[in-house]
């Protein structure tokens, strides 16, 4: 069996002090807490039965099919979070339930392959007949995805063989044959998910059958419209409009051959799913075009269309993309699932190519965005993540429909909880990267990790308290001394980083992000990293109409924001001093143990607003009167009272004589 | 028959510069276009057929009813403008179609009375039966304020016949008895139609059915929810979702008894037609409750939820008004109508009240928002009158789906060109009101008037170049010396404006906005009024978030605004100076004639966009280049190529040291 590009999460343990608390939040509160839900357990939760469709299909009990078309996914997710977190700890009563779980899914496959609970109890005659609207084939990929990290992390066979029977099934029914469907999903997520089977059974049709996927993407005649004559011109989501999955192809970015694809368009989340396949099969099958389209694509989507706290999807309808430069910070989608996605994508970009850009990229969206999804006591989240809050006008006006000031409980739709616990519980991946040439220390997680290195192995050790303290202290451990080399990602945000090996410090020349050290390591070698972390003021392109005259404070990796609970309300009336004078504040209450900063600045005068009218003439200019700001990091707003929030705050300028 | 309180428009002769371009306008373009649509004889055009739909009601044409179930009222208010240029200017030819209308229209009548095309035609057995969605009452309305119109006009009683016999069906139907309905409309309209009647007939039963239906409004139990249940839950507008009319009774203004509304909410085209008739009503029936609710409504709308521009609703959902203070200028929708309709209950105000406050409104809304709905050539529309546009955006994010950046052909939809019609036909209503003890000038637009004072009569000329120039002549002619007094609205706008009688400076005493001159005045005495226009900046609440740091330029009533075709691209990125050093421009080309505004200001220094990160740390704030600003007038927007415009611009603030 050929080894994996990734990490083996058998040999990684986390020992961060950050981390730990999500790990534990995920083991102990969002797995049992899932599992529950899928077995319609949780009080006053909406019903899930995904468990029940499952047995339905399996004909060990009697019913109707509820749920979403795509509710198996729930499952497949779940698994592949329990599949993570063995591997880092053994929990006999979690693999047992998981055991069982695989041999309910095992009974409800059907004799040719087939495996979906939907189709299979709902509607035998119609598999395969709506490709644009109903998610079979995502359904499969998470399935997949489930069965291959179940096996790499048990050893248990019995999933793996259930899904490789359903890819060998698909691989049937989709192809270039004449007897065969030439078509591929609405939902990108085979793509990624066969890539990934590839990686454990090596079999080419596998990686055939990826490729197949991506390069019939767009094509004309179009597939989407040739199905849906096909089933009579029926949609799925009618209740949502006339088939406009079907009529809007660009909203999954089959407008066009992914070759001929210049800019991110379409369901965010779509688009980072699809390019992480894309970007898997670009790398593994050495095609230097899907590289450059990988990397076309990735450049517009992450130098014009995304916020600064790595969240993507600018607008609610679709929950898609808009075009370059508009990023609204109140009416933002930015779902929590597409930063997950977008991290997908940025791992697997750096295989491919060692370039700190998109680790850069993957740690914003993590410490951001994605964190800022689930709330710090694991039992709320995010779908939506705006960068500009007000609670009152999110209860008036309409354009903030899809806008909510707090967290809910997450079994309102079930599609993000289980993906911030699949991304937790895989960390390692994102953490470090093997080469061919190097290990790649991505990202400064407090970690042990021993790497096999043929007939070697290296141990490394990372501790330090980030993203809060500066200094990160790694050691190397190996029985025999080993020749290789370690590269350590030079962050963007950080101006001078330094690096002492031994006791003695080092010049360090970075390449494309990275620093490479290539030696001799031996058992108690040690590096002393510092990654200085002065606040940062951070600006807009001028492209950006909804930033300009506006700064956001930025440390580390950690994005700042205002809230009502520390600055009061209306936080559109505050501005920051021109003069950079921070101090970092502990946190105290909930937010204890993190860093906030106080910034001078300014707010307009209180006046009782009432008494003012509503436009004034000349002369008057709002008096402002100095005001210190507090500043605490994104990912932690709305853990306490609903209120006001806000990243781009105004900013106090330079006045500059007009001549 | 009664005197009505309004200007008989016979003897008012518009001699305005300004304002005789937009009446040929409407008499050379508008009514004639308007009728070639109604007769569907405009090429190209969505077909109006409502012409059409009278005849088959009238048994003079056989075929089905096509088009809105209010199209009736294109017609109606057809005939109202025509009706209010016949009185100031005879034309036969149009007489006589209007006559031909009137006859169809009396034959489409039913022997009880009942006179509505939809309903006759289509639906018979289900009249009265939806008055929360189906407009019955708002034709009803409209053809009544036709009647009236054309009464007054040409004294022909044909169609005023009709419609007393419509609202004495209307008062038979409607009504406190047991066998009667106790309901009133989802749109407002019929309320202020019976008032204007009232004027006419005298009829204490027209007035008492106008108090009905305002009295009944938002009583418990629901008048919508029991006629919702008699008909078996249907609903008329079901393809925009489940009765939402019904359910949301706010959008109509019925969610409480007037009495007890506190806010400006609801559909603000229905608000403010409401309003203007409570305000009628509370003025003829000396209701110091409703005059009281009226005060109160109206602060709330105009000190909370306006425009610079005089524009009203701030979201597209509903056409609303969202909440106090929510003002954005991008997604606003300030629909020409609604203006059109402040206007109207401006009036009705004015007429109970003498005070400037409401003319200050009123000539705010006419000279931006209602003259912004028509372009320069009269021939295109916009029903959306945003404050800020950026066409690339609106291309890309559908939170822009209801604004368009140019305007469009009217028959696009009918509702908003012969609302403009009829503003324009029936101006001097505006320009003047007569109250028990003064002639109130309102707005300053050249014109002569005759105004009957009892035994006496007096001719007021008014001359001058509104809005350009601050000089306005006005002089007097009588067959003999009349006492009585005379009141000159003295605009908030305006600092210092100073008065001159027969070449005697007097000192301006204002009571409530307006300068009272009490004596006898002789043929020959002359008034010559200076209003300063110095260029203003206006800023606005601190509550507006969207307004803080920018400020808005008006000069006299006109507000101003910054166009790509003048200033580039990225109006954004502009920024105006302190020094308010402003010149006066000639406007050139189609802006001839138009006086404009040159500011100085800054703009980013032009880099090469692409070049530049999407986020950048640090030091590098953006440097800033002067960069001289042209303004133009709000309501000449969109006269020239597609391209950016905004009201409200970034504004260099004097740097207040934090300490």
Redesign the interface.
Known sequence: MKQSSDIDLHYLTLTDPFWRDYQRLVRDVVLPYQWAALNDQVADAQPSHAIENFRIAAGQSQGEFYGMVFQDSDVAKWLEAVAWMLCQQPDEGLETTADGVIELIAAAQQPDGYLNTYFTVKAPEARWTNLAECHELYCAGHMIEAGVAYYRATGKPLLLQVVCRLADHIDGIFGPGEHQLHGYPGHPEIELALMILHEVTDNPRHLELARYFVEQRGREPHFYDSEYQRRGCTSYWHNYGPAWMVLDKAYSQAHLPIAQQETAVGHAVRFVYLMAGVAHLAHVSRDEEKRQSCRRLWNNM???R?Y?TGGIG?????EAF??D??L?ND?AYTESCASIGLMMFARRMLQMEADGEYADVMERALYNTVLAGMALDGKHFFYVNPLEV?P??I?????YDHVKPVRQQWFGCACCPPNIARILGSLGHYIYTQTEDALLVNLYIGSELTVDLGSQSLTLRQRGNYPWDEVIELSVDCPVPVTTTLALRLPA?C?SPSLILNGQAILLEARRGYAYLTRQWSAGDTLRLTLPMPV??????????QN??KAAL?RGPLVYCLEQADNGA?L??L?L???QDYQLVAGEGVLAGKTLIRA???R?AA?E?AA???????G???P????PLLFIPYFCWANRAEGEMRVWV???????P??
Chains 1, 2 share one sequence.
């Open positions: 992450t130098q014009r995304m600064i600018s607008q609610s309808q679709g808009t075009g430069y508009d609204p009416t007000h009152a006008a209860r008036c006006n309409h354009i945000w101006p940062r003021r951070v600006r807009s392109h001028p492209g950006v109409r300009q005259g930025q209306d559109h009336n501005r001093s021109e003069r001078s600045g300014e307009v006046i607003g003012q009218p509503l436009y004034r003439f000349d008057d200019i709002a402002r009167q100095a005001h105004d900013e106090q300028s330079p006045t500059v007009c001549r």
